[in-house]
């Protein structure tokens, strides 16, 4: 078989009931799809039918890497999930969820792009990959134990090199928040895919590779990911040990800083800390995991532990839950900024005071594990808390409103959009660019999208307005885009710009926290961009393509890339209004939420909420721009041919979905 | 004192100890700025080899993610080299500018004896075989580069250095 750069060749296809093996080719999706999201969007264009629902056989598990999982480009340790996701709300749709860690690379070290896997098994079984040879295996013995059991018996089986990922109780009981996890807390989080391996009866998917991936100009590669990372590890300011890691505490939990990817080369948010040996509070167990992003807020704050909503916990007891949730395969991000927040609301207008008799009490870690053990196992009114809050308060008739004012779309709970999510500190009018990425995505959008908003809002404490301004106009196209005394002009343009960068992300497999590098410390504007002596200076937005010619061999500019993942999430919209009836009636149901008033004042001195007409009059632009009709939201003949998405215009135009 | 000869195999390097040129220095890793983000390893293999993968560097980085342990394996560049000595047929040759022990590729012959000879090679981490190439390999401080080591540029938590003896 022809190997193809960056790639390894092939895409392996598992069915569970028939237990039939096969593989397809890689370049029957590249280099058109790009990657990952891509490649996943042509397979559920092509075969997944509108019937079919998030427990049915028939819906695909898909694992996907991209040509750059596995190599030595910074922040490339990824690989992406998809499926019809139970998680979504009120009816499942098809969607995706991203993981750093270590299993991506081993994957294609092992000789598969990516894994389809269709079918139920009878009864509980796990992959094993061993270059090249796959084979299904009986994990009666392992269902029921917690995902980290789960990997410490099939690294002693498989050996102690092999990477896993695999579900826990959670998953096995079709929680609708349930991970997919590796090692001790790298997850495909979000989405509930962990419950669709649960009803495939599929325990885990164990991986061993000692193949290569091929480079298509070594030499280039090597230069330019190094002067990437020469620019990029340019000390950050903002860089910091998580707020609750006390220095004397660090020698005697070991804690220690640790990429939480594989490859990564640095990020300027640095928020992966192993903690050792740590004594539980609520069990006298000693604890070890690694720490990074939402996990650093288990343990609480002191001075939030009076409010209604939040609580305190402490380190110990924090790691503790943390690592509970993992080890039982939950969403950290829906319990924090979902669930919890819902329950405590409810228990605030007292709707419900006590979980089976136990009062919720945050500051209880008793309280937490007993919550976190029922919902896993479905026990009691955790039976009902399994199916998420936005379920939850329908079957239990209460705090229906609490649910929209948390979560602003599709069952998923807020983030970095100035409202529900209240970790994250963002303001107007930067989260009007969040209300488009959450009126139009099929998930929550920050998977893959933090590099506007988060870039924007953490950066502003380092560096000017000023320079903040200017690059946003060099990368938008006007100093609008990043001004924080605009409103509501130019904002549809850098909400495009990253849902394409987004779909980068996760086609080409780059970590969302370092990518895009748009920014730099190095330069005298503030602007990223690297000098190779003899290759010339190539700007930050570009990266993406220089690295893409360089890994695969296949030239592209930065703009015909960027039309690639502008066709990709075409091709993800058709699927949509194909199968779910998506219009844009469902894109504007996020109104309300963000007519509530935003958490912070930002630079404009006022608490503002979203104007409901100027944001109308956004998105008609929004959809005006991206060439579909303004009046029901679906892509148009023209674009989608313009796309080289032909055959997807006449497949919506038999079924009268395109004008 | 001749060269390990335990099978009777007569290695081809017969050199009085303390006759060896010295290597200038051995790679060494800092564990307390190591990340353990498997770097080392991608950008050693692109620039030898023009692939990714672990299974193909020079370097090798062992982590237990249960534990946040994790080390870095590679040629100690030693003053009394077993596989120097063991080679049959003299394909290890001693860097002159730099002193380090290196496997001429064109010279190998694939016995495997320098891999069994290496007093810490018994995880095979350190003298590894390629499997397409037919020959076995290891690091020799980026023989004939003239930056030094790959891995010591390209870390970029600075974690690699090189350590005089």
Request: proline share 6%; net charge neutral; aromatic share 10%.
């Amino acid at each position: 078989m022809r190997k193809v750069c960056g790639w390894v060749g092939q895409i392996l296809r598992v069915n569970l009931y028939s237990a039939k093996i096969s593989t397809i080719p890689t370049e029957d999706y590249v280099p058109g799809y790009l990657g990952g999201r891509g490649i996943a969007a042509k397979i559920a264009w092509d075969e997944l039918s509108p019937q079919v629902g998030c427990f049915d056989a028939e819906n695909p598990l898909m694992i996907m890497t991209g040509p750059f999982t596995g190599t030595v480009v910074p922040g490339s340790g990824r690989c992406e999930f998809f499926g019809v996701s139970p998680q979504v709300y009120p009816k499942p749709w098809f969607t995706r969820s991203g993981m750093g860690g270590w299993f991506g690379s081993e994957l294609k070290y092992a000789g598969f792009d990516g894994i389809i896997i269709n079918g139920t098994a009878e009864k509980p079984v796990y992959l094993w990959i061993d270059d090249g040879k796959t084979q299904i295996l009986s994990a009666e013995e392992l269902w029921g134990r917690d995902t980290y059991a789960t990997q410490h018996a099939l690294m002693k089986r498989h050996g102690a090199d092999v990477k896993v990922v695999s579900i826990g109780p959670a998953g096995e009981n079709l929680v609708r928040w349930s991970v997919i996890l590796s090692e001790t807390t790298n997850a495909a989080g979000q989405g509930g895919l962990g419950a669709v391996m649960g009803s495939k009866k599929l325990k885990a998917i164990v991986v061993k590779g000692s193949g290569p991936i091929r480079i298509a100009q070594p030499k280039e590669l090597l230069d330019f990911c190094q002067a990437i990372n020469r620019d990029c590890v340019a000390q950050f300011p903002v860089a910091k040990p998580p707020a609750e890691a006390k220095p004397q505490l660090m020698p005697a939990y070991g804690l220690k800083e640790v990429a939480c990817s594989h490859a990564c080369s640095f990020c300027p948010w640095r928020w992966g800390w192993m903690w050792q040996g740590v004594p539980g509070k609520a069990y006298p167990a000693i604890n070890t995991s690694l720490i990074k992003c939402l996990g650093n807020a288990f343990p609480g704050s002191k001075e939030s532990a009076g409010t209604p909503k939040g609580w305190y916990l402490g380190e110990e007891a924090g790691l503790e839950v943390s690592a509970l949730t993992n080890k039982f395969g939950l969403n950290q991000w829906d319990l924090v900024l979902g669930l919890l927040p819902w329950l405590t609301e409810c228990k605030s207008r007292h709707l419900i005071d006590k979980i089976d008799g136990l009062e919720i009490d945050l500051n209880n870690p008793e309280f937490w594990v007993s919550l976190l053990k029922k919902i896993s196992y479905r026990e009691g009114i955790g039976n009902i808390l399994a199916e998420g809050a936005p379920r939850a308060a329908d079957i239990m008739g209460i705090g229906q409103d609490i649910v929209r004012e948390l979560y602003p779309a599709y069952g998923f709970a807020g983030h970095w959009d100035g409202h529900g999510d209240k970790f994250n500190q963002p303001f107007f009018p930067f989260w009007i660019v969040s209300a488009i990425q959450w009126a139009t995505d099929t998930r929550d959008p920050f998977s893959s999208a933090h590099g506007y908003m988060q870039n924007i809002i953490l950066l502003s404490k380092a560096l000017s307005w000023k320079e903040i301004i200017s690059i946003g106009e060099f990368v938008y196209g006007s100093p609008k885009a990043s001004d924080p005394h605009s409103g509501y002009e130019f904002k549809a343009e850098p909400a495009i710009w990253h849902q394409h960068e987004s779909i980068l992300k996760d086609s080409l497999a780059l970590c969302d926290q370092s990518w895009p590098k748009l920014y730099s410390f190095n330069s005298d504007d503030r602007y990223a961009r690297v000098t190779i002596p003899q290759y010339g200076t190539i700007e930050g937005k570009a990266f993406e393509a220089y690295l893409y010619h360089k890994v695969t061999g296949t030239e592209i500019n930065e703009n015909e890339l960027r039309k690639r993942a502008e066709a990709i999430f075409n091709l993800e919209r058709a699927l949509q209004v194909r199968n779910y009836g998506r219009s844009r009636k469902d894109d504007l149901a996020i109104i309300p939420y963000f007519e509530t008033p935003e958490n912070i004042i930002g630079p404009s001195g006022k608490r503002e909420s979203l104007d409901r007409e100027k944001f109308i009059t956004l998105m008609d632009k929004y959809y005006q721009m991206r060439g579909w009709n303004p009046k029901n939201g679906w892509p148009t003949e023209a674009k989608l041919k313009e796309l080289g998405l032909a055959d997807v215009a006449r497949e919506l135009g038999n079924l009268t979905k395109i004008d | 004192m001749p060269g390990k000869n335990e099978d009777g195999f007569a290695g081809a390097n017969h050199v009085e100890v303390g006759k060896i040129p010295p290597s200038s220095g051995k790679l060494k890793v800092d564990l307390e700025r190591c990340h353990q983000c498997g770097l080392c390893e991608l950008f050693c293999s692109l620039y030898h080899e023009g692939v990714c993968s672990p299974s193909f560097s020079r370097i090798s980085l062992l982590r237990n993610p249960f534990t946040g342990d994790g080390l870095l394996e590679t040629c100690r560049q030693c003053a009394y080299p077993d596989c120097y000595f063991v080679c049959p047929v003299g394909a290890i040759i001693i860097d002159e500018k730099t002193g380090a022990r290196v496997i001429v590729e064109e010279n190998c012959i694939a016995c495997g004896k320098c891999t069994e000879a290496c007093p810490f090679n018994s995880s095979k981490t350190i003298i590894k075989y390629d499997k397409e190439k037919e020959i076995y390999f290891k690091c020799h401080l980026c023989y004939g580069r003239e930056e030094g080591p790959v891995c010591v540029e390209a870390c970029p938590w600075n974690a690699l250095i090189i350590e005089k003896p």
